[in-house]
Each structure stands twice: as structure tokens, then as C-alpha cells.
DNA sequence: CCCGATCGTTACGGGTCCGTATCATTATCG
DNA sequence: CGATAATGATACGGACCCGTAACGATCGGG
């Protein structure tokens, strides 16, 4: 099943979604800390920094950053790996879930409101 | 013509085009800026600082700024109204076009290959 | 056992963005 | 006119984020 979506069409939703999210005093998440939750949650664990650093194209530092912002948020937390302790293994929470599903529905329900091209 | 999306497929979307907003080193926008940025490029004008502001739910130095920072890349560019002299009327650009182009290919060609939810 | 490699974190200097409050300029209306 | 309103820009203090470089903790091979 493919997607067909026009041009028009896109950036209209991603217009959309985007004020919805502006609007949203709750999300002031970054594009980066925004690709960092959505791999969490879609990508199959276990994440480590190093490992979604690679995945995004962005240094150490700027995961850990995103983690500890996130974190805060109570969007993702963090667990030491005890068989080898040098890993972070980063986990999803409730709170995280219902963020990823609350995004789920803002770009469903603005996709169902688009009319033709 | 409505959109059919599953919300598998919208995070799914929305991750893949996240990403490669990230790894994209041209277009570091914040989600405020490109809100701006699609609702002076898809709605009709003119455009006001104020009429932004009211459109986005955000403070007007909020708009000043982001388009001085779009003014800078190229993306936007500002003209006094002569006719009322207190109004600025925001005006496209060549490369903001583009930037906007650019966005829609993005998203429509991740659309396209989603696969089933 | 020890030394190099690996992992995540932190320090640093610089840049950007925010909201509130204030400002200069211009228009409007009595 | 002069007072008031409206528009966009700016100052300020604070918060966040970036990349580079360095660091402590841990693992693993020789």
C-alpha cells in the first residue's frame, strides 16, 4: 500500500501540524529531539547514545543533551547496561507513548482534513 | 479527496522527513520559523507582522526575529507598506520558493515510500 | 595486569531563541 | 493641531542548543 500524496497536499499538512504545534505550549521540542523520540519509539531497542547518534548524523553530545532535556520532560529515561557499564540503554516511558501517540493524531486528523490538491 | 493515513504511517512520515531535516545541513528552521515560512508561502497576501503573530498564537518579537533570521538566509524579504506607513509587508523570495519546494519533495517522496501500517 | 580503546558525560565559548517591557514612527480622530 | 492608538523594532535577562575538546568509568586484548 502506497501513500500517494501531492505536493500541495504536503506541505499544507506539514503547515498545518506545524501550527498546531506552535500552538501547543506543551511541545517545544527541537527537529533533532523530535527525530531522537520518534527512533525510540519506532525503532526496535535496545538505543544507546552512540547508536542514535550514528543513526541521526550528530555527535555524542547533542544525544545526551537531548536526553537530559527529554528526560526531564519524563519522555524517555535512562538505564545503565549492568553487563557492560560502559552502555546507556535509553528507555520509553508512559508519558513518552502518549506524546508519540498524541503526534500520531495531530497528522491523522490534519491528513482526514485536506481537500483536493 | 480525502487523505487516508494510518497513525503508523504519520509517525512513520514524520520520522523519516525529521531525519532528514536533520542530516540536511542547509535547513536547521526551528517548528516556529517554518510555520512562518509555509503560512507566508501557502496563504494569500499580504502578510503583516502583526497578522502572523495573531495567526500563530505568538508574541510579535517572536515574528521580528524569525524574519531577520530568514532574511538573513535568503528565504523571506520585508517592504515598508506605502500606503500605510507603519505596516511591513513580508515578501517571497526566489530561494524561499525553493526552500519551500524543496520541503515538499522531502515529504512527498517518504510518503511515497511508506509501506503498509 | 596494564594499557589502549570505547562509552557516555561534562566544560567551554559562542550562537540563537524566548517573553516582557519599552521605544520610535506613523496614522487617526476629536 | 494635539492626544491617542497602532505597528514593528529593540533592549534585556534568562534559557537552550551547538560542536570541539577533554574527562572518568569500564572493558578487553596482549
Known amino acids: ?30 527537529v533533532r529531539q523530535t527525530a531522537i523520540l520518534l527512533t525510540i519509539y519506532l525503532e526496535l531497542p535496545p538505543h544507546t547514545v552512540r547508536g542514535l547518534a550514528a543513526r541521526l548524523g550528530v555527535t555524542k553530545p547533542v544525544i545526551t543533551r537531548a536526553l537530559d532535556s527529554m528526560g526531564k520532560l519524563g519522555l524517555v529515561s535512562r538505564k ?9 540503554v535509553i528507555q520509553r516511558t508512559v508519558a513518552g507513548a502518549l506524546a508519540v501517540e498524541h503526534l500520531a493524531d495531530l497528522v491523522t486528523a490534519r491528513a482526514r482534513e485536506l481537500g483536493p490538491a
Chains 1, 2 share one sequence.
Do not use: C, F, G, Y
Open 1 to 30: 500500500m502506497v501513500l500517494e500524496i501531492k505536493p500541495t497536499q504536503a506541505l499544507r499538512l506539514w503547515r498545518e501540524v506545524h501550527l498546531d504545534l506552535v500552538r501547543d505550549t506543551q511541545a517545544d521540542l527541537s
Open 80 to 88: 545503565r547496561d549492568e553487563l557492560d557499564k560502559r552502555n546507556v
